[in-house]
């Protein structure tokens, strides 16, 4: 018999997020990371109101609140700025606050080193997960009923095993469980060698001042062939990070670093360098992010660059789409097609993030930077800055990673998944529920189940034993909430709504006409769509 459960490869916010969230749900689970210490190099900054509630289920929102170094005030605010940060041409940008209304938890910000110190933390509180830095994975073997993991201690010439039910691969774009299991990467897009540098300047937090509230800052720079200049505070005493691309050649020796930054800054400043690196900007993905046994979540199975922040979000979400699925294949009640559905649901939604957003973004800008100029035309530079900085494209371009074509939801037909939508309070099938007040003043957060939960808007108790039957006879957990309210009818558009337990919406319609069998059986994975 498998001494675990699952078994995680790699130690970072997505294995630990997916460890925690196994052990919660009463899975055991086994964590190994290679390193020891933690890179103090920051990234996966940027947190979304999703990833809020992650951490909200995780029992971790509060926490990560007090490590940030970031007021709630500043939040993601961010700021876009024409060929250098003093320029006079600037306009709002990142403003995720704005849909916050649709979300149970506010967005964050903080380094990815003290996120994980949080996620760490938790996971030491819960019995049934370990965790073990200093372990490196050498292979991986598939068997009928378990997987081998193979690994080895820091300062060990020996290796030792473990069988587990599963396996995820949370190791990074360098993915070797993903090479091991055999699962095929393709790339979608070769860009420019990247600088990332790290430094403090407290006279650079002073000529920001010019632009209070702000944490992030894009340069639009027509050098750049459409390529970002970013720029972002780690805290608010003096310390930065900044990408932006670089000849092929440079290094650390050979290019002068303090007058790049003068240059994008349009000032001269000082500040001392705490980090100087490389990496390559590429968009990649992994084909399945399943083979049997073994899955790959985080930038194991897609990576990209630090365009717009999606990345740690889209890793995070990967680790709760598959954490509950993973239980409830190791508890008997998935069907056959629910641990696919993690691929299905998954990866259109890192291809219309990559296509609909990183991509398109860089396009735009490259496009807009060889149309306009204010050297050239000054007056129509102006007036396309304008519309640029009131949000012309806002309404087809909001982030809102979706789930609508998924084979276990009953969305609309023909309809695909993908990250692009428009935020609101209607519920729709593959779509994430929206928050609502109670009739009682309850928190709907704290009222929805561990696994599916029916909201009955109707409240009239109508075919409830129907639906507790269908579920009995599945083993699929379900709540029940009865909340008759003409409000919460008139704000989610319908009578009846089945929750996922990653808040998800399964199905919405009318409660007297349902067929709970069917619904929870797609839902479920036993019966695709």
């Known amino acids: 018999m498998p001494e675990t459960d699952v078994f995680i490869v790699g130690g970072g916010p997505v294995g630990l997020g997916l460890a925690i969230d196994l052990a919660l749900r009463g899975v055991r689970v086994r964590v190994i990371e290679r390193t020891v210490e933690q890179h103090r190099i920051p990234k996966g900054q940027n947190l979304t109101q999703r990833t809020g509630e992650h951490f909200r289920a995780w029992n971790v929102g509060d926490?990560?609140?007090?490590?940030?170094?970031?007021?709630?005030?500043?939040?993601?605010?961010?700021?876009?700025?024409?060929?250098?940060?003093?320029?006079?041409?600037?306009?709002?940008?990142?403003?995720?606050?704005?849909?916050?209304?649709?979300?149970?938890?506010?967005?964050?910000?903080?380094?990815?080193?003290?996120l994980e110190g949080v996620l760490r933390e938790r996971l030491e509180e819960l019995p049934l997960a370990s965790f073990e830095a200093g372990c490196t994975a050498v292979g991986i073997d598939q068997r009928d009923h378990c997987v081998e993991i193979r690994f080895r201690r820091r300062n060990s010439s020996q290796s030792d095993a473990a069988a587990a039910r599963y396996a995820v691969g949370c190791d990074g774009a360098r993915s070797l469980v993903r090479e091991w299991s055999g699962i095929r990467q393709a790339t979608d897009h070769d860009g420019p060698r990247m600088a990332l540098l790290?430094?403090?300047?407290?006279?650079?937090?002073?000529?920001?001042?010019?632009?209070?509230?702000?944490?992030?800052?894009?340069?639009?720079?027509?050098?750049?062939?459409?390529?970002?200049?970013?720029?972002?505070?780690?805290?608010?005493?003096?310390?930065?990070?900044?990408?932006?691309?670089?000849?092929?050649?440079?290094?650390?020796?050979?290019?002068?670093?303090?007058?790049?930054?003068?240059?994008?800054?349009?000032?001269?400043?000082?500040?001392?360098?705490?980090?100087?690196?490389?990496?390559?900007?590429?968009?990649?993905?992994?084909?399945?992010?399943?083979?049997?046994?073994?899955?790959?979540?985080?930038?194991?199975?897609?990576?990209?660059?630090?365009?717009?922040?999606?990345?740690?979000?889209?890793?995070?979400?990967?680790?709760?789409?598959l954490g509950w699925k993973l239980a409830a294949a190791l508890e008997g009640w998935a069907g056959e097609g629910l641990l696919d559905s993690y691929t299905a649901e998954r990866h259109p939604v890192f291809r219309s993030t990559s296509r609909d957003f990183i991509e398109r973004m860089i396009l735009d800008y490259r496009s807009f930077l060889t149309t306009y100029s204010p050297q050239r035309d000054r007056s129509s530079f102006e007036r396309a800055w304008a519309a640029r900085a009131a949000g012309e494209d806002r309404e087809v371009t909001e982030f809102l990673p979706h789930y609508s074509g998924s084979p276990i939801v009953f969305g609309p037909p023909g309809a695909t998944s993908g990250a692009l939508g428009k935020h609101g309070f209607q519920a729709r099938p593959g779509l994430h529920l929206a928050p609502q007040p109670l009739p009682d003043g309850r928190d709907l957060w704290e009222e929805l189940g561990p696994g599916f939960t029916?909201?009955?808007?109707?409240?009239?108790?109508?075919?409830?034993?129907?639906?507790?039957?269908?579920?009995?006879?599945?083993?699929?957990?379900?709540?029940?909430?009865?909340?008759?309210?003409?409000?919460?009818?008139?704000?989610?558009?319908?009578?009846?709504?089945?929750?996922?337990?990653?808040?998800?919406?399964?199905?919405?319609?009318?409660?007297?006409?349902?067929?709970?069998?069917?619904?929870?059986?797609?839902?479920?994975?036993?019966?695709?769509?």
Not at 63 to 88: D, K, Q
Not at 92 to 101: E, I, N, T
Not at 206 to 221: C, E, R, T, W, Y
Not at 485 to 501: F, K, N, Q
């Open 198 to 321: 790290v430094f403090r300047s407290t006279e650079l937090d002073d000529l920001m001042s010019v632009h209070p509230g702000k944490s992030i800052f894009n340069v639009m720079n027509p050098d750049m062939n459409g390529y970002w200049q970013f720029l972002g505070r780690v805290d608010l005493n003096g310390g930065w990070f900044y990408h932006s691309p670089v000849p092929a050649d440079a290094t650390e020796s050979n290019y002068d670093f303090r007058q790049h930054l003068h240059d994008m800054a349009g000032a001269k400043f000082a500040l001392e360098f705490e980090h100087i690196g490389f990496w390559d900007l590429r968009i990649s993905h992994a084909v399945s992010y399943r083979n049997k046994r073994v899955f790959v979540a985080g930038d194991a199975g897609h990576s990209h660059p630090p365009y717009g922040g999606y990345g740690i979000n889209l890793g995070l979400e990967d680790a709760r789409n």
């Open 63 to 114: 926490r990560v609140r007090r490590a940030s170094p970031i007021p709630r005030e500043f939040g993601n605010a961010g700021l876009v700025t024409y060929r250098h940060l003093l320029s006079e041409y600037s306009h709002d940008w990142f403003q995720r606050s704005q849909v916050g209304a649709y979300y149970f938890a506010e967005n964050e910000r903080l380094p990815q080193y003290f």
């Open 454 to 529: 029916l909201m009955d808007l109707a409240g009239t108790g109508c075919r409830r034993t129907a639906w507790e039957g269908a579920a009995r006879a599945l083993g699929v957990p379900l709540k029940v909430l009865s909340l008759a309210s003409s409000a919460l009818r008139s704000a989610y558009g319908t009578e009846a709504i089945l929750v996922r337990p990653d808040q998800f919406i399964a199905w919405s319609g009318g409660i007297a006409s349902a067929e709970p069998s069917k619904v929870l059986s797609r839902a479920s994975g036993h019966e695709a769509g």
